[in-house]
């Protein structure tokens, strides 16, 4: 088993790494804010609850963000783990998890943060937003409320993951392959 989280600001490029790692490792991919935007397009009562806060730029509350976690985790499937990709996002959704993850038997093996300037950040979430149809890339004040979230509510996660002795950084720039290995090697040190 190997379940990780893949931490990061917005635009640092988890949705693409997650992808590479869930075929390496043969991992379920558990990211919040695609399960958010399914939610949304298939006109749930959470998607409908989330939309709000996702088009603020904010963080939707914690116990939404669990629940729904919480039943994707508990799916079977033929995979070896998980990969978590936007979530935990807070202290107290890291502390949910870790309780969660021991209620299954299985626990967090490390969180790989990747780090970009947040300028890089800003240019790549404009060009996604050209084509992501996604209306919080498209705006300028919606993209810097989240990275303002990220810095205050988010940053402090990487901390808790730190004291336990499970935390490693990578370069987030770089090419997607360069990247990918550097992440790689982490993991393999977990
Ligand atoms: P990005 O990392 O580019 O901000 P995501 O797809 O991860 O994009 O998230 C989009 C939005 O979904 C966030 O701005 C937030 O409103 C909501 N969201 C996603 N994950 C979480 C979470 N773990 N806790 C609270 N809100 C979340």
Redesign the pocket.
């Known amino acids: 088993m190997l379940n990780i989280v893949l931490f990061g600001p917005?635009?640092a490029g988890?949705g693409t790494q997650s992808q590479k790692l869930i075929e390496k490792y043969n991992l379920k991919h558990i990211?919040?804010?695609?399960l958010?935007r399914k939610h949304l397009s298939e006109g749930t009562e959470l998607g409908k609850t989330?939309q709000q806060?996702?088009d603020a730029?904010?963080?939707?509350p914690d116990a939404v963000?669990i629940g729904m976690v919480e039943d994707t985790v508990a799916q079977k499937g033929p995979h070896q783990g998980f990969i978590f990709d936007?979530?935990?996002?807070?202290v107290a959704?890291a502390e949910t998890l870790d309780q969660l993850m021991e209620n299954f038997n299985m626990k967090i093996n490390g969180m790989v943060a990747l780090e970009v300037p947040v300028e890089v950040l800003k240019e790549r979430?404009r060009e996604r937003g050209k084509t992501s149809g996604r209306t919080?890339d498209q705006d300028e004040a919606k993209i810097n409320t989240?990275i303002k979230v990220y810095l205050d509510e988010t940053l402090p996660v990487a901390k808790y993951y730190e004291q336990q002795g499970k935390f490693a950084k990578v370069n987030g720039v770089g090419s997607i392959n360069e990247i990918f290995d550097n992440i790689c090697q982490e993991i393999e040190k977990f």
């Open positions: 917005p635009g988890k990211s919040t804010g695609d958010f989330a806060y996702m730029g904010k963080l939707v963000v936007g979530f935990p996002r807070t959704q979430i919080d989240r």
